[in-house]
């Protein structure tokens, strides 16, 4: 015992990597779940910032190991990228330290091409992508056509398998989308390289957990994006193709419930989108712009992995009401507080409104969610910046009152909330 897992209260990018940063401290195994490189946790330690898309952000604590389960997606190209630029950043990402469960699946440039001649034909309806080639790994996954890490160590089956994908894959570019196909012996031998560096890194990702937590070790489980991107639990079509919901941390890591103790979710004092789809408490203009920053800090509201504006609006407590439950949340993690600081008033979304009804729940089609109206109830703001508070009640009396109503309102404790992006910033509720 025990597994902890994190996840996403919102649409992603809600701090994880932070929180796992802190949690991490005390883990022995740090595991990714879910999603691929369409992440993008930021670690900021000191002056330095670390930007990882695929390696669970336990990797900057000496201490843990770090595994990407059998839930994750693979680009090997990315996670060697990423693997390099910790290496000159002096944090390593070795075989040793750095595992890849031989069950995940690997992305490949057929996938990145199909995600973007899709989201080019649907124009208009487009999700708005990473175009990371995400949701074409995991069709391929479902379909029982994906291509395993495995393949790594078997590097003739690697070659024809990929030769095979690639063709597979051409005939719908080209026939279906009218796209240029791919070269496949190009990519069977791009592929041949990262099987050759990334073979050492290979592992039987529930093995190595079950032997972690029978020997009493912690194991974190870190989530990608967040539940409203869940494909069951989220805005259902404007969601990725991932389960970034605690029960993805089961399936995509391979351990039973019964190691689970805490399940943390990981909420921003207010609430961000990045691509399309319904957002009932989402404000525009001045308010926007004042909640995203300008993007000259490597914390304002523009997208980790694609550098886009990210939507921004009000905290919204259907939404967060909806985590608790699909997730059963332990605790909650309120993060950017900070960001509220200066604002008179800051209304909170308590409800929603559609057709002269009121909504407590959220509506599980994305048609209806799109006519929701917010219900707000205000509460009064502070002034003081409080990015130097270090515990709780160094914080403004409205700060704290704003805390606890979102707990209240929630029905789960608030163990932390984040006043910045240090690591030092992140305050214990008592
Ligand atoms: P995909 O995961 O690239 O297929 O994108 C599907 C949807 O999920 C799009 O709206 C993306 O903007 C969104 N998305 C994917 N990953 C993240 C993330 O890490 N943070 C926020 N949004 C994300």
Redesign the pocket.
Known sequence: MPLDIIVGAQ???EGKGHITDMLAAEADVVARYN??D???HTVTVGRNVFKLHLIPSGIIHERALCLIGNGVVVNPAVLLREIDALAEQGVDAGPGRLKISRNAHLITPAHIAL?KARETQRGDEA??????G??PAYTDKTSRTGLRAELFADLDGLASAIQQHVESHNQVLVDVYGAEPLAAAAVAAEYAAYARRLQPYLADGTLLLDEALKNGRVVLAEG???SF?DLDHGTYP?????SPTAGGALVGLGVGPKWVRRVIGVAKAFTS?????PFPAEVEGETALRLRGTGDKPWDEY????G?P?RVGWLDLVMLRHAARVNGLTELVLTKLDILSGLAHLPICVAYEVDGRRLEHLPTDATTLAQCRPVYESRDGWAADIMSARAFDDLPANARRYVQTIAEAVAIPITYVSVGPGRSQVIEVK
């Open positions: 649409w992603g990018d999603g691929g369409n992440a993008g995600d999700i708005g992508t990473t175009l990371r995400i949701g990608a994006q967040g991107l404007f969601v990725t193709s991932s989108r990045v691509g399309g789809g997208g980790t992995t694609t886009r990210r």
